[in-house]
Every structure is written in C-alpha cells, then in structure tokens.
C-alpha cells in the first residue's frame, strides 16, 4: 500500500489553506494510488488555517484517508509550549519530530551555506544526530523527520554514516519511533533519499518500523518520487509500513 505522511498544506506560510486547495492534493494522491495521505504542516503554521474544511474532504474523497499531524522543529526550548498543546489536540494523528537547526543555524537554508565551513565533516554529523536524538527521547513524536537531511547540500561524513547514525537509532528503538523514508532528498543537491539505503538496512536489522512520505510543499508535488521510497524499503526488507491514527500506529502491508 503506498502512502503519503509528510506533506506541507501551508508550505511555508505563503498560502492560504482551504478546502479547494486540499482537494487538490488528495486528487494527485488518489492519481498516484496514494491510499493514506498525511497533512503535516511546520509547527509554527499548525494552528495558520481551519481543520474544519477537512471534514468535507474526506465525504467527498473516501478512498484517501486523510491524515492530520505536524512537523515539529525540535530544538529551542521555546518550542516547548506548542509541543505540549499539539499532545493534546484531539484530532492529532501523529507528530513528526525533525531537526532543522544547529545553534540557530538553519543548515537546510542555502543562504546559510558558509555555516558549513565552521565544521569538521563528522563532527556536524555527531552535533546534528545528537540534536536528533535528544528530540526523540523527549518522546513527543510518533515519527522521525527525514533522518539523515544534514547531507542534503552533499557534505558528507568521513566516516561510516551508518556508525554515526547508530546512536540515535538505538534511541528510535528504545523509544519505539517510525522512521519515513522520504523522498524529498531527490530535489536536493545530494540527490538521495533520507536516510540513505545504509542506515534503511540497519533500521531492518534492528526492528525499527518505517513508513513512506514525499515532503511535497505543493499540490502538485504530492506522492513525488515515493516510488524510490518503497523500492527502498522493499529492497532492505520491509513488507510492512506504518500508518497512524489518533496518536496509534497501525501495520499495513506495503
Ligand atoms: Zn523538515
Ligand atoms: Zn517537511
């Protein structure tokens, strides 16, 4: 089954969310045989448009399961207080826990990019993981964001990603988080899918459920790439994936 759990409605604050511009997405998922697809606007946009149109959505469009969640930018303690009102929004069907920062410094902006010279190759990867890893075991999340994103203007480790990752794939594991496999790295300068197919076979060794999404900012740029996503996953293994319901992970066959 293919399904879609990171999308951006709202993008990134520039467009008004109404029951026209859902419909568009849900009809590109329904052409893609996209069965499940999950709204899951940045934090700070969560709250930027009404859930009530979602309703209508779903009578007209039965054969996609509308999802609600949000990403979630773990890091400044500021953040807090919106983590605890998403715990108890009623309708919330999952929480993506992503780290898009170091410091302050938004490693993913490419205006950004002379941040990248302050930092030995590992030891990025080691401060990035380790941000990653405290959001996990905060243990607000059901899902872990594009794990490995810190490679996406191809910076690469000197060592074994796969070794760097460990630590904070244990943590995923203890406090038994789904990692996506997202394709939204094929539209990146590194060209590869988050996390990369290393660190997807060892989520399969250590028993770590996934489950599929594409990032698509844009109607139009829902489901992309999500072929190579499940590929992947087949590849390392998976048969199954994980949906989400009112905070519970349900196994479907992939
Ligand atoms: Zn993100
Ligand atoms: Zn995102």
Known sequence: MLVDYHTHPACHGEVQVNEHLLVRMVETAKALGIKELGLSDHDRLFYSWDKECLEAVRREFPEVKLRLGVEVSYGPSSRLELIRRFLQEPEMDYIICSVHSIDGWS??????????????????????????????????GDIVGHLDVIKLFDYRPKSDPVK????????????????????NGLNKPVREIYPEQAIIEQCFAMDIP???????????DIGRHLNVAKEAAWKAGYRRIAT??????????L
Do not use: C
Not at 112 to 140: C, I, K, M, T
Not at 172 to 182: A, K, S
Not at 244 to 253: G, S, T, Y
């Open 244 to 253: 989400f319901e009112k905070r519970r992970r349900l196994m479907v066959q």
């Open 107 to 140: 490693f993913d902006e490419v205006d950004q990019l002379e941040g990248y010279d302050r930092w030995e190759p590992d030891e990025l990867y080691r401060a990035y993981y380790s941000n990653l890893e405290r959001g996990v075991r905060h243990g607000f």
């Open 164 to 183: 760097l990752a460990m630590p904070v794939l244990s943590a995923i594991r203890e406090r038994g988080l789904t990692v996506e496999i997202n394709a």
């Open 210 to 220: 996934i489950t599929l999404s594409s990032d698509g900012h844009s109607p139009e």
